[in-house]
């Protein structure tokens, strides 16, 4: 079965941290399509980022190949590819990586263009922040897999979703989890 692997949180989390994790222990997460990286191979533009990166995503699902995107979860493409990849019969796993401010994220993404990364403009990750669940709640149902990782220490995973069910794992509550387990269950 193919697999679409869908690696998600703000800008700053460390979604290509934790990929790297998951190839680490070896996951298969087919051809790995990285709007970031993509970026930086075409001088930073970040919408012809954008738009190779949906280019990439069609051919992998029209030739039923498995592949990993890691996104914002900031527009609607990922619906959109999660109810195509659902359609074409993909196996689809979502690994949600959370941080409970925008501080965080803003330093993060600071430390990263200090050290030659790229820059995501402040206004853009405080929206995103403050937006970060909508897309998320209407990902869930179509997934086969959640997962949700905090990364204020490294990553530790603290929540998964079974079933419908959202289940706490360990001890550790981070704020971010404690707000979205609140509104995962307002809309149940």
Same mark, same amino acid.
């Given at each position: 079965?193919?697999?679409?692997? #869908?690696?998600?949180?703000?800008?700053?989390?460390?979604?290509?941290?934790? *990929?790297?994790?998951?190839?680490? %222990? *070896?996951?298969?997460?087919? %051809?790995?399509?990285?709007?970031? &990286?993509?970026?930086?191979?075409?001088?930073?533009?970040?919408?012809?980022?954008?738009?190779?990166?949906? %280019?990439?995503?069609?051919?992998? &699902?029209?030739?039923?190949?498995?592949?990993? %995107?890691?996104?914002? &979860?900031?527009g609607r493409t990922v619906i959109s590819t999660a109810k195509k990849a659902r359609i074409e019969d993909?196996?689809?796993? &979502?690994?949600? #990586?959370?941080?409970?401010?925008?501080?965080?994220?803003? $330093? *993060? #993404?600071?430390?990263? $263009?200090?050290?030659?990364?790229?820059?995501?403009?402040?206004?853009?990750v405080i929206r995103r922040f403050e937006t970060r669940f909508n897309t998320l709640i209407e990902l869930i149902p179509l997934c086969d897999e959640v997962q949700f990782y905090d990364n204020e220490n490294g990553f530790v995973k603290v929540g998964e979703i079974l079933n419908g069910t959202f289940y706490f794992l360990g001890n550790y509550r981070p704020k971010w989890l404690l707000d979205f387990y609140n509104i995962y269950n307002s809309k149940k």
């Open positions: 079965m193919n697999k679409y692997t #869908i690696i998600a949180g703000v800008n700053g989390t460390g979604k290509s941290s934790f *990929r790297g994790v998951l190839e680490g %222990q *070896r996951i298969n997460l087919g %051809q790995i399509i990285d709007p970031d &990286l993509i970026a930086k191979e075409n001088s930073n533009n970040l919408f012809l980022a954008s738009k190779i990166a949906v %280019q990439k995503i069609n051919t992998c &699902l029209k030739n039923h190949i498995s592949f990993t %995107q890691e996104t914002t &979860l900031g993909y196996n689809i796993s &979502l690994y949600y #990586i959370g941080l409970s401010s925008s501080d965080e994220s803003i $330093v *993060r #993404i600071e430390n990263r $263009v200090k050290k030659g990364g790229h820059n995501i403009p402040t206004a853009d």
